[in-house]
C-alpha cells in the first residue's frame, strides 16, 4: 500500500517537471536559433522482490525488479538545426551548418545560433540585451553606416568614400563574424535566451556557411510539443486520482475498521 504513494507522488513531480520543460519550448517556439530540449526521466533505487511461504522463509523465489521512485534523470538539448526563413533585415544572419555565433556579455563570451543581431548606440552590432557581436580579430564588430554588403562567409564591407574622379573606390571589409564550434556538444551548458557556455575550448569555423537577411528558426515542432503536453498531463491527473483514492482508503483503515 505504502509503495503505491511513493509511486504515484514522484510520478506527478516528473510529469510537473516534464511540462516545465513542455512549456518552455513552446514559449520559444519563435525565438530565433532556439534549441528544444527534451526530458528523460528514470527510476531510483531498484529492488528485487521475493516470494517467500506463510510460515517457512527458506528458498525464496525471485519475481522482479521494481522501483519505488521514478524522477527526471537529465534534460537534453536537441541541436537539430531549424528551417530558415528569409527576413530581408539587414541585420539578421542564419548559420547553416554546426558553428555559433560569438557574443560578448557581462559574464564573459557566451555562444548562440540566434542572428538576430541590431546596432547599439556607438554602432557595434549586438544582440540585444546581451551583448556585443564578436569578430574573427576577437574585437566588437562596429558598423558604420547601412550601406554594407555580406558575403557567405560572414565578412561585413562597406564602400569605400568616392575618389577625386568621382568614382568609387571599391569595397573596405570592416570585419566579419566569429563563428565556432565544439567536440562535444554534451558539455554545452544552455542559458536563459537561447545562449551557451561552455569550459571546453572553441574550434574556429574557417569557412562558415552564413545566409545574409535570414534567421533560423527554431527547431521545436508544435504539434509534438502539443502531444507530449497532454500525454503528461494525462499521466498528472491520473496519478493525482488514485492517490486520493489510496488516501481515502488509508483514511478508511485506520478509523472504521480500527474500531471492529
Not at 525565438?31 to 510460515?55: C, H, I, N, P, W
Request: net charge negative.
Amino acid at each position: 500500500m505504502y509503495q503505491g504513494f511513493y509511486n504515484l507522488t514522484s510520478g506527478m513531480l516528473t510529469q510537473s517537471r516534464n511540462l516545465n520543460v513542455i512549456s518552455n519550448n513552446m514559449v520559444n517556439i519563435q525565438t530565433a536559433g532556439y534549441k528544444r530540449d527534451k526530458m528523460v526521466s528514470t527510476t531510483f533505487q531498484e529492488e528485487m522482490l521475493y516470494r517467500t511461504g506463510k510460515r517457512y522463509k527458506e528458498n525464496p523465489e525471485p519475481m522482479a525488479t521494481t522501483s519505488k521512485i521514478r524522477t527526471a534523470d537529465r534534460t537534453y538539448v536537441n541541436h537539430e538545426q531549424g528551417s530558415f526563413e528569409s527576413t530581408e533585415g539587414i541585420y539578421d544572419f542564419a548559420l547553416a551548418g554546426s558553428g555559433y555565433f560569438c557574443i560578448d556579455t557581462a559574464r564573459g563570451i557566451r555562444y548562440t545560433r540566434n542572428g538576430s543581431f541590431s546596432v547599439d548606440d556607438e554602432g557595434f552590432l549586438t544582440l540585444n540585451g546581451m551583448g556585443r557581436v564578436q569578430g574573427t580579430d576577437g574585437q566588437p564588430i562596429r558598423i558604420e553606416n547601412e550601406d554594407f554588403t555580406v558575403d557567405e562567409r560572414g565578412v561585413i564591407s562597406v564602400s569605400q568614400d568616392l575618389g577625386e574622379d568621382g568614382n568609387e573606390a571599391g569595397m573596405r571589409q570592416i570585419g566579419a563574424l566569429r563563428v565556432v564550434d565544439f567536440a562535444d556538444y554534451e558539455q554545452l551548458h544552455k542559458e536563459d535566451y537561447g545562449m551557451f557556455s561552455t569550459n571546453q575550448a572553441a574550434q574556429e569555423v574557417e569557412n562558415p556557411e552564413i545566409i545574409w537577411k535570414s534567421l533560423e528558426r527554431s527547431n521545436v515542432d508544435m504539434v509534438e510539443e502539443m502531444t507530449n503536453m497532454m500525454s503528461s498531463q494525462r499521466a498528472l491527473q491520473s496519478a493525482a486520482q488514485v492517490l486520493k483514492m489510496y488516501d481515502q482508503i488509508m483514511s478508511k483503515a485506520s478509523t472504521d475498521v480500527g474500531r471492529l
